[in-house]
């Protein structure tokens, strides 16, 4: 569902370790998941997506799961950066809207 | 390539002021264009989107309006500002049935 009022969940990351931002969803039949990265006072940017008949998709250090059983969408980030400093959303898809996620704020710590 | 523009980048406007954001994509047809809001450390709030020219869907009662006069324009528009409609407002567009959107730059609205 919509994360319009939440504050936003928090996760501090040692650079050079590996990232686990999870996402849980409502709606079984959404075809498609996305996740986005968001930079302070920038728009949202388009980081990897998956297809609901698919369990895991690998992009660049990026990596998302999907368990349709618990409804659930993880995102892992290998050898964080102090770049990927920034807001995660995850999105599902459904009638020519997304539905967003809570986003969570990451931090890398030198 | 497709490229989405949106201006200004901030505005300041006094409360019970018109306002105007306009939102162009380049590179692509008949896109499904979106106007949301995100207010500060909050998620996005869709408030209009629309599928075709002249054809705009509203998700939430508000003080503001939509435009779609051509296929890769979308205006955002409001006859009299509130203080509540200061926030970050962003403009995306989509295509096909993976429906990603594509975000713009955003604008920051302060309404004082």
């Known amino acids: 569902g919509e994360s319009v009022g939440l504050h936003l969940p928090t996760l501090s990351v040692q650079e050079g370790d590996n990232s686990i931002i999870n996402c849980a969803y409502s709606n079984s039949a959404s075809d498609y998941f996305i996740w986005y990265k968001q930079e302070s006072g920038k728009g949202p940017q388009f980081i990897i997506d998956?297809?609901?008949?698919?369990d895991k998709r690998q992009g660049q250090r990026v990596t998302v799961l999907l368990n349709k059983t618990v409804k659930h969408l993880s995102l892992q980030i290998a050898a964080t950066q102090p770049g990927d400093s920034a807001v995660y959303f995850c999105?599902?898809?459904?009638?020519?809207?997304?539905?967003f996620g809570a986003g969570t704020t990451v931090t890398v710590r030198a | 390539s497709q490229t989405i523009h949106q201006w200004p980048a901030t505005l300041v406007q006094p409360v019970g002021s018109p306002l105007s954001l306009e939102c162009t994509v380049e590179g692509t047809s008949n896109p499904n264009l979106y106007w949301y809001r995100q207010a500060a450390g909050r998620g996005l709030q869709l408030l209009f989107y629309?599928?075709?020219?002249?054809?705009i869907s509203s998700e939430v009662p508000q003080n503001l309006s939509a435009s779609r006069p051509q296929d890769r324009q979308f205006i955002l528009s409001s006859k009299k500002l509130l203080l509540s409609d200061s926030g970050f407002y962003l403009c995306a567009w989509s295509l096909g049935e993976q429906n990603i959107q594509y975000f713009g730059a955003g604008t920051r609205l302060s309404v004082l």
């Open positions: 629309s599928v075709g020219i002249g054809q």
């Open positions: 999105a599902e898809t459904g009638d020519y809207k997304l539905s």
């Open positions: 998956i297809r609901s008949n698919m």
